[in-house]
């Protein structure tokens, strides 16, 4: 252990590194008194380790970090974007093929909202590719009831405050009217609670469909429903900025899309 920030990382980020949660999560589990080092239990994140310290969690020696992995997973309608639900709901892990590993979303979509949802088995890149200075692009197709215009698209455009809460500006192309529908593209850069639905709301419009289609540089395609397509790693350290050494030269076994688990 050392008390110098300058030397060795924060227990939680180390936690996040090698796969156990997110670092939020992390620090909830060191807060509840589950994690040893050198043998002494810790109950604050406000630690820093170094590679020679031994870390337990619940009494289990931490695993080597592994290599940065990410999923694109299709995720479909009717599934939480959550380890367990209270109201014991299915998640989308209830829906994940037998052979993946333990992972972790990055940012959630929620139950009524489907397509490309990145998976991964590093808590600190889920916090990094979460995080709205990251930059990184998200892409919906949406599906409104009615039939707007432009005036009624410009105050998503300019940016929108619901309730005190200020969401940045958002893209907003009208790409057809079908019937009593219209569909639009909608792109934004941070990932706030049902943040379209809730800014279609404030303008008096209703969300009956949304599909997520790409985050960042990763695109759904032609992903069906419930499938997981592993992202190759070199693609990986390439959009992230990796090093073979951060990854440990990792090299993916298949790139053929696994399908979900049959219920």
Do not use: C
Request: proline fraction near 6%.
């Amino acid at each position: 252990m050392s008390n110098d920030p300058k030397k060795g990382d924060r227990i939680a980020k180390v936690l996040a590194r090698a796969g156990v949660a997110s670092r939020r999560e992390a620090e909830k589990i060191i807060e509840a008194r589950r994690v040893r080092v050198n043998g002494k239990l810790i109950d604050s994140p406000a630690l820093n380790v170094l590679p020679s310290d031994r870390i337990e969690v619940d009494g289990q020696p931490l695993a080597e970090p592994e290599p940065t992995r990410i999923w694109l997973y299709h995720k479909p309608t009717g599934l939480v974007t959550t380890a367990k639900d209270e109201r014991g709901r299915a998640t989308i892990f209830d829906d994940l093929p037998d052979e993946m590993p333990r992972v972790m979303t990055v940012g959630r979509l929620d139950l009524n909202s489907e397509g490309l949802l990145l998976l991964t088995n590093d808590g600190e890149i889920k916090r990094k590719l979460e995080l709205p200075s990251t930059g990184w692009l998200r892409k919906y197709r949406v599906r409104v009831k009615g039939t707007p215009d432009d005036a009624a698209l410009e105050p998503l455009r300019q940016g929108i405050t619901i309730d005190g809460e200020a969401f940045q500006p958002m893209t907003v192309t009208l790409d057809k009217q079908q019937g009593a529908n219209a569909w639009l593209t909608v792109s934004l850069r941070e990932g706030k609670n049902r943040e379209i639905r809730r800014a279609f709301d404030a303008i008096e419009m209703q969300v009956n469909r949304l599909i997520r289609v790409s985050y960042g540089p990763f695109r759904l395609g032609d992903l069906k429903k419930g499938q997981v397509e592993e992202i190759k790693q070199r693609v990986v350290r390439d959009q992230l900025g990796l090093t073979p050494e951060d990854d440990g030269h990792a090299k993916p076994k298949r790139k053929r899309p696994l399908r979900r688990r049959t219920r």
